[in-house]
């Protein structure tokens, strides 16, 4: 049960876009549609921002997109924004009631 | 409107033992799987314990596994947590978190936390 990889961080400027990636194995990401994402704004709870590898929930803006090739699936944020800096999180089932998740990337607006 | 609130976390000594319980609002309890997930200070989530919408299934990471046990009371619209032979490496903020459903598998919900500090 090894933290899915993700990069500790990564920035960009105001209404650039960002890319950030989450390595897992077959049996979690590859095995599984089934991946998501968090963003966790400190002293906060953790908020979906994207479910089932590129489903956005109700209330999350278009900026946030996801996508998933083999092992490793990936959030992408377009038109960053100020209050988007905070750290993001990928999960992904891993099956019998089990989940794994990434080891977190702080995103930092410049 | 949906909530959860964790209760029962505080300062323990290595060896022992705390439950932490969640209570449920604003939503049908027993239509949902619930976990609980944890958050090191100044480190990332880590999942812990998962439990099916009747409790007939449960699972754990490896790092609590035969030390933790998770439960449910749908009558009392709750979660709990017993956590036994507690260690320094268990102190974080304990997250209760509503999976979204069976064909998603999100956290779509989740409680502020509750904060467990295990130290002599």
């Known amino acids: 049960q090894s933290a899915l990889t993700q990069p500790a961080s990564v920035s960009g400027s105001p209404g650039q876009s960002i890319t950030i990636s989450c390595t897992g194995t077959?049996?979690?990401?590859?095995?599984?549609?089934?991946v998501s994402w968090y963003q966790h704004h400190p002293g906060k709870a953790p908020k979906v921002i994207i479910y089932g590898v590129t489903k956005r929930p109700s209330g999350v803006s278009s900026r946030f997109s996801g996508s998933k090739s083999g092992n490793t699936a990936s959030l992408t944020i377009s038109g960053l924004q100020s209050e988007d800096e905070a750290d993001y999180y990928c999960?992904?089932?891993?099956?019998?009631?089990?989940?794994?998740f990434g080891g977190g990337t702080k995103l930092t607006v410049l | 409107e949906v909530q959860l609130v964790e209760s029962g976390g505080g300062v323990v000594r290595p060896g022992g033992s705390l439950r932490l319980s969640c209570a449920a609002s604003g939503f049908t309890f027993d239509d949902y799987g619930m976990s609980w997930v944890r958050q090191v200070p100044g480190k990332g989530l880590e999942w812990v314990s998962g439990i099916n919408w009747n409790g007939g299934s449960t699972a754990y990471a490896d790092s609590v596994k035969g030390r933790f046990t998770i439960s449910r009371d749908n009558v009392k619209n709750s979660l709990y947590l017993q956590m036994n032979s507690l260690r320094a490496e268990d102190t974080a903020l304990y997250h209760c978190?509503?999976?979204?459903?069976?064909?998603?598998?999100?956290?779509?919900?989740w409680g502020q936390g509750t904060l467990v500090t295990v130290s002599s």
């Open positions: 999960c992904s089932y891993a099956g019998s009631t089990t989940w794994i």
């Open positions: 978190a509503r999976v979204g459903s069976r064909t998603t598998r999100d956290f779509d919900c």
């Open positions: 077959s049996s979690d990401i590859r095995s599984y549609n089934l």
